[in-house]
Structure formats: C-alpha cells, structure tokens
C-alpha cells in the first residue's frame, strides 16, 4: 500500500479537525509542531489561556488536548494512515503531551474512520432539549466508544441522575457565590461583533434553565437582560465519563474518550453539552464518583435530541518545525 504525502492539503485537513475538538471555555490549549523526519505530530499544552481556578491542576486542559489529539487520530484515518499515538512521551519535557505519528496501514482502516464527516459538524449545544429518549442501541453505543478508549461511560438511572444535577447545581451555586470564579468565567464571554476566536459569544450561551432543574453554566452572572430563561427538558438524560486512576495520561485517555463519544453521538443526530462544574471542585468531584467503588469522574455529558446551538469560533492551527 502507498503512504499517503504529507502535503500542504493533508496537514490543513489534520490540523483543522484537531482544533474542531471541544475544550474548556473554548480556550483551545493546544499547540502542534512536526518532525518531517519521523513523520509525527507533537501536541504540545498552551499555557497562553490558563483557568487558574475553574482548573488549577490543568487537569481539563488534558482532557481538552485528548479530544484533540483523538480528531487527529481520525483525520490521519481519513487520509489514509494508521496513526500511533504515544502519549506524554518525554518526561523532560512536560508540555509536550503527546506525539501522533503517520504510519501506512497494511490491513485497512481504523474503526474510527467513518467518524471523520461528525468532526466538523460536532459542536455543543446548550439549547433545550426534546426530552425525548435517545435509543438504548445508541446510548450503548456511546459506553462501548468510551470503553475502547480506557475510559468509562456510566448512564445512570432518573435517581442517579437526579443525585448528578443536584452536584453540578451545588458547583454553580458556589461559582455563583464566588466572585473571582465569576468574573473568570465572564472573561471568556465575547460580544457578538468579537472577532477573537477563543472563548464563547455571547451567541452560543444558550438560554438561562428558568426552572434550576439542570445546572447550566453561567457565565455571564448577574448581567441583566444579557439571555432570556427557557423552561429545559423536563427529564435529562446524562452520562458520566470517568477513569480508574487520576494521572496526565488518563486525563488524555478521558479526552480521547469524551470525543469519541460525542462524534458517534454526532453520527446519530444526537446534541451534547457539557456539565463540567463539579469537577472543579475536590469535594464535589469525589462526591460524583460515589460511596460504593474507586472512580476518578473526569466530565458530565448532557445528550439528547434537539436545537444545535450557536457554534463557537476556531483559531487556525500551524504547524511548527
């Protein structure tokens, strides 16, 4: 089989479905360079746009570069290679967080090549939803993609649920009450004529939850008049995505996971939003996990049928040497 060409039109194709990937607050805190020689990608943290309280430990910030580094994966699929992945392969050198390289592929694609058209397409959604159930044959679908990337994906019960939202609403209540995590969180608010392309507009916020049923994030605090309440879904269906140890490399393996899960939900028309409060905060996050088994909950995931949303922008990618 002939390898593919490392051309201008492969790496635009690379990187522009690596920076399509989900990140916190969309800071997008990633970087990419590019051994001609060996033919891989380095991902490396961006420490330009850091979340000194929503994310001390850059624990988030993994999981944000995971997700890219999974867009990676199937773009290089898409093109026709086989991509390895070695994740944080030098300890020397802790910003570089993983290296993806192009390989040929001598008994056909990865699984996950037909998931590079949900790449563009995949976005959160922090719209209401129907309320109507997302099938069992793809819900099941979602835990197995979560699976084969060494992560877990649990759907719990409406009493599992409800224990979940009452944790991510604790978590915005005390951002609510805690001035400096406000005023972090509106910092990556963008007017609608802003051209900067990290953070939200103001736009793709989505309406206020006017009933307090499901913890959305706020992140314009008490601005008036800024997004008008809706009544959401009356019953919300939630996955929460975990790890069995707590490392940078499982933060990375989470990621990869979390954007595995959201393209194949992407395939089958079903919208996603992120819950990502209690996991800033210790106690909560442990709380999350549960009495009953040693888990480490890295994200809460909000799916189910409805509007898309308004997107949020991308920075172009470039490739250094």
């Known amino acids: 089989m002939q390898t593919p060409e490392v051309d201008a039109a492969a790496l635009e194709t690379l990187m522009s479905a690596a920076v399509a ?10 970087r990419f360079g590019m051994d001609p020689v060996t033919r891989a990608i380095e991902v490396r943290a961006d420490r330009r746009r850091p979340l000194p309280l929503a994310d001390p430990e850059r624990r988030a910030l993994h999981v944000s570069v995971g997700a890219a580094v999974f ?38 694609q990865p699984s996950y090549r037909a998931l590079y058209e949900a790449v563009e397409r995949r976005h959160t959604s922090r719209m209401p939803f129907t309320g109507r159930p997302v099938p069992e044959r793809i819900v099941t679908e979602m835990i197995a993609a ?48 802003d051209r900067d392309p990290y953070g939200i507009p103001v736009t793709a916020l989505g ?27 009356r019953h919300a269906q939630v996955a929460l ?23 194949v939900a992407t395939v089958h028309g079903v919208r996603t939003s992120m819950l990502h409060q209690a996991m800033e905060w210790p106690d909560l996050r442990a709380a999350v996990g549960g009495p009953r088994r040693r888990c480490f909950p890295q994200l809460l995931i909000r799916f189910g049928y409805g509007p898309e949303g308004g997107r949020t922008p991308r920075a172009s990618a470039h490739l250094t040497a």
Not at 21 to 30: D, E, L, M, R
Not at 77 to 102: K, S
Not at 171 to 186: G, V
């Open 146 to 193: 979560a699976r084969v990337e060494h992560s877990r994906l649990d759907v719990p019960d409406i009493v599992g649920t409800r224990r979940l939202l009452r944790l991510a609403a604790a978590a915005e209540a005390r951002n609510a009450c805690h001035p400096a995590r406000t005023a972090e969180a509106r910092t990556w608010v963008n007017a609608p004529d």
């Open 207 to 233: 309406p206020r939850e006017a009933t307090g049923r499901i913890p959305m994030r706020d992140f314009t605090g008490p601005l008036p008049g800024v997004r008008p309440a809706l009544r959401f879904e």
């Open 241 to 263: 995505l975990w790890t069995l140890r707590d490392r940078p490399e499982d933060w990375l393996r989470a990621g990869q996971a979390l954007e595995r899960v959201l393209l």
């Open 21 to 30: 990937a989900p990140s916190i607050h969309n800071t997008q805190p990633w």
């Open 71 to 108: 867009n990676l994966r199937v773009a290089a699929a898409h093109l026709g290679w086989a991509p390895v992945v070695d994740l944080l392969p030098d300890r020397d050198d802790p910003d570089l967080l993983a290296t993806v390289r192009l390989t040929a592929q001598p008994g056909g």
